[in-house]
């Protein structure tokens, strides 16, 4: 039975708009990305009357974006491999084994996710600090310190989304692997590990994405040589000018390495995610 | 093959239990069974502790303290300062007092609004887009595109737009609609709460979606047919099963989107810097402004708990609530 004229026609007014609404940042960043100076600082233009590649090499020169790029790659790349791992042996743990304390961790852990950043800025600037003038292992503004913390910021979420996707493998296939003569964690990384790489990817994709979108620790906890993108983007502004044309050219870049892993890994993130949302 | 299995593994537990060393490696096996399960749990319990439940008991403790830029090398030896913390924080008609409930007020309508049209939207999308038609897996990518770009590249474009003399915004409305005498301010004054919804409905509606989405995907397709062959119009399935079967996710959904949004510090920092318009000052910049620019922390501290009792009241009465409808519900 084909729907309604009038469900056709809302689906249709509803999804125009929404879509317009969704693109249209998307829009004004290419297009004020390809534009000469003096065109973002004048009136907006929805057709842009000169084109320019010129902000795409500038952007690179000034602000050390290069610098910026790598520190992010750094400490975000490093943060959901650990993350990741950390969060495999630990849902490993709750979905196959049943020990005192289990409903406690979980409660636990998952709890964590709803305090504000805020709450422990302080406190970890203050800990980072000590253990720094204590030990002189340098926390406070390095890429270590900021690496720890991003990790644990995922690792709620990955753990609870793992523990879905472990409780799916059936138990019959890390038996059967232990009568092979596989240990424990041999029946992990034999078999458990490579039948849920879906929501390993998953898990990968939202601890990486979590890290490279940081804004608050990134502004508190850098020094000019440990900056991430979060706030170097600041650095186009100038007391007289905003090179607004640069602003989009880099927003547009540092972009591109998660929109291009996330809408290529989409159909993992999404079934994962929502397998753990939902459940 | 059904014969010759059971001798097999009968063999192997013969040849692995040898007179004289089983005793002992049962032992010590049974013993690592029971620590393994809390040796793999260790590094995320440790982490956990390290940069989420320490820091916590700490903060509890330095909202009892006068904790000044002075004592940041050594902040033990910071004096003890009572309930002084506390009893300046909700000292509603000094200053201090005065700016956090308005900041608190300002936080709640804005939650409520943004909570609610992310939910109206992801949903409105989700039941729309649950039929299959020609386009729907590229719109489905395009609404992802929120949510896959980071916080500070998409705020910062929205800022751009936001702008009172070269951007989208006022370019529309003013010059093109002529709707306005002048071009009105967006990101300082009233405005700026408009400003700052827009921003976080724009970025936080395509998680309600997903999760919206992957909740449709449970109904079972028979209830509609059932449904249809009663009779049942498209607008009549949508009301009386697709919105009624998304009870249980929306609970979740809800609480999630809550806490988000109350605690969003992002969005506001990108979009108007360290210290936000009085109509938009969200209480995680405010507190943030309290601790980091007044190098008061006794004071950022206090706030903090203050702000994590009413997350944990807020929370637990809507657990309570919701578990309530859903057991009179089943009933």
Known sequence: ?????????????????????????????????????????????????????QPYFDIWKTVPLGDYFMNSLIVAGSATVLSVIIAIFAAYAVSRYSFRGKRVFTVTVLSTQMFPGILFLLPLFLIYVNIGNATGIALFGSRAGLILTYLTFSLPFSIWMLIGYFDSVPRDLDEAAKVDGCGPLGALFRVIVPAAIPGIVAVAVYAFMTAWGEVLFASVMTNDATRTLAVGLQGYSTQNDVYWNQVMAASLVVSLPVVGGFLLLQRYLVTGLTAGAVK | MTTTAPPRTGKRTAGRNQPGAAPRTRRSGRLRRISLPYLLLLPALVLELLVHLIPMVIGIVVSFKELTQFYLRDWGSAPWSGLDNYSLTVDFDAPVGEALLSSFFTTCLFTFFSVGLCWLIGTAAAVFMQETFKGRGILRTIFLVPYALPVYAAVITWAFMFQRDNGLVNHVIHDQLGLTDSPPFWLIGDNAFVTLLVVSVWKGWPFAFLIMMAGLQNIPREIYEAAALDGAGVWQQIRRITLPSLRPVNQVLILVLFLWTFNDFNTPFVLFGKSAPASADLISIHIYQSSFQTWNFGTGSAMSVLLLLFLLVVTGIYLLLTSRGRSAGDA
């Open chain 1, 1 to 53: 039975m084909a729907p309604p004229k009038s469900f056709l026609v809302s689906r249709l007014v509803f999804l125009t708009l929404l879509t317009g609404f969704v693109l249209l940042p998307v829009y004004v960043m290419i297009s004020s990305s390809l534009k000469p100076l003096q065109d973002v600082s004048g009136k907006f233009q929805w057709i842009p009357s000169g084109l320019t590649v």
